[in-house]
Structures are given as structure tokens and as C-alpha cells.
């Protein structure tokens, strides 16, 4: 992608902001489209389980918030003054997915070694088609820019390990997930499936009440107890696992899932409950 069109389309974003609100850019499809193309094979020629160094800024779900994206790197630096990683659910629900989106891509795109993105279970056509962004696409653009999103989509990588310690995903932990090699040889691109080890990196839920493995009330994947978090993290020799795909009651609060203490015994962090949402197969997404 031409360096004076991508440097346009990243000014022309982050000059959004009015105020506490941002305005809506007018980006061209031609453009739009130039970025998901970049940003896909980018996506595809590193691992599907990234690599990489503290420090960096892990962040959660943004959906469609894109003036608390802009106050985020207000806060946190912009690109590449700060390293990032995001964990997913860029769209839906907000009202400017769109832009959100176009700017995560483009300093994907732009630093592509210092800045990284995970699929969310919300970077998935039959979820998306329903909680907005589908609308947002047909309303401002037509329904094939939808469509070139799910492309992209389907190439984004679904974990990272930071300094092969602290792993990484939007959901959780899989009944299946027994060697991290299982992540890195998922193929892609790939849509979501409904049930297996990609669709419960994506969608599982830890519970504190919970031992072993449990059902979710979202209708997808499964519930994790701390017995399973501990397990896993001392058979894989980890610190902890960083997820987002809830809400928290505090904001400031990670949603962090390590070992309590040094004999095994399982502990849940700062994780918190899960919050109301609306209904997906008769339960949440």
C-alpha cells in the first residue's frame, strides 16, 4: 500500500476527535479496501500465535467506540510511541466500527512489528451480520465492503504469547488445547466454527464457582474453573493468561487468570462476572 495514501487515511482519522465526540470520516471504498488487502496479508505471513516482547499495552474489546480508541492512545502514546496489542471485538455495537477498524488496520499496516491484533469473537460474519456492523457497511457503503471485511477477518491471528510467559486470546481456554503448536497450525483464512478449539479461544468463559469444565450460558464453547487455569499454566510453564470478552465492575481492572499461589492451587486475579449481553444460540456473545 502506497506510504502518502496510508499516512492520508491515519490523519484523516485520528483528526476525527471534536471535543468528547468524533466525526464521522468520509474514507473512499477504493481505499477501505486497500487497507483490508494490506492489512490480510500481513495477518497471513506472521504466526497465528504471535511472539512477542514486553513491553507492550494490552487492550480489549472496542467495539465501534472510536473516540475511546483515540482517548486510549491519548493516554497510551500513539503509534509507534508505545508497542500495542489488541485482543479483539473491534466492531459491533458502537457507532463507528467503521472508523475503529480502518485505523486499527492501518497501524497494523504501518508498524506491523510493533503493533498487533487478535480475532474477537465479534471478527465473525454470523455475528457481525447481526450486531451492527453488517448495517453500518450497508448503510454507509454496500453490503461487498462487508464482505471484504470477513476476508480480512478470517486471517487474523487468535493468540500471542508475550515473552513466553503471558498468554494471550479474546475468549479462553479449550478442553482441546493441549500443546500451544495446536494454535499455531490452526489454517487459515477460516470462518468460526460453532464448537472446537478455535471457536473456545474465542468465546470460553473462566468461573470462579466452577471446577473443571462447565456449560456457558452464551450457547457457545464452555466454562473454565480455576483448577483448569492453574493445570494448564503450569503444564505450559505460564505466568498467566490475559483475556478480554467481558466486561469488568471497575474499568481499570485486568481481566487476568493466574495461579494463586506457588503449589498449584488455582486463582482467578482481578477476573470479575460476567456481564448481561445480548443472546447468541440462547445465550451471550
Known sequence: ??????????????????????????????????????????????????????????????????????????????????????????????????????????????YKENFFLLRGNHECASINRIYGFYDECKRRFNVRLWKTFTDCFNCLPVAALVDEKILCMHGGLSPELKNLDQIRNIARPIDVPDHGLLCDLLWADPDKDLEGWGENDRGVSFTFGADKVAEFLEHHDLDLICRAHQKMDMSFLPNILKSSDKKGKGGFGNNTSRPGTPPHKGGKT
Open 1 to 110: 500500500m502506497d506510504d502518502t495514501l496510508l499516512d492520508d487515511i491515519i490523519r484523516k482519522l485520528v483528526s476525527a476527535k471534536n471535543g468528547r465526540t468524533t466525526k464521522q470520516v468520509n474514507l473512499t471504498e477504493a481505499d477501505i479496501r486497500q487497507l483490508c488487502t494490506s492489512a490480510k496479508e500481513i495477518f497471513l505471513s506472521q504466526p497465528n500465535l504471535l511472539e512477542l516482547e514486553a513491553p507492550i499495552k494490552i487492550c480489549g474489546d472496542v467495539h465501534g467506540q472510536f473516540s475511546d480508541l483515540l482517548r486510549l492512545f491519548e493516554y497510551g502514546g500513539y503509534p509507534p510511541e508505545a508497542n500495542y496489542l489488541f485482543l479483539g471485538d473491534y466492531v459491533d455495537r458502537g457507532k463507528q466500527s467503521i472508523e475503529t477498524i480502518c485505523l486499527l488496520l492501518a497501524y497494523k499496516i504501518k
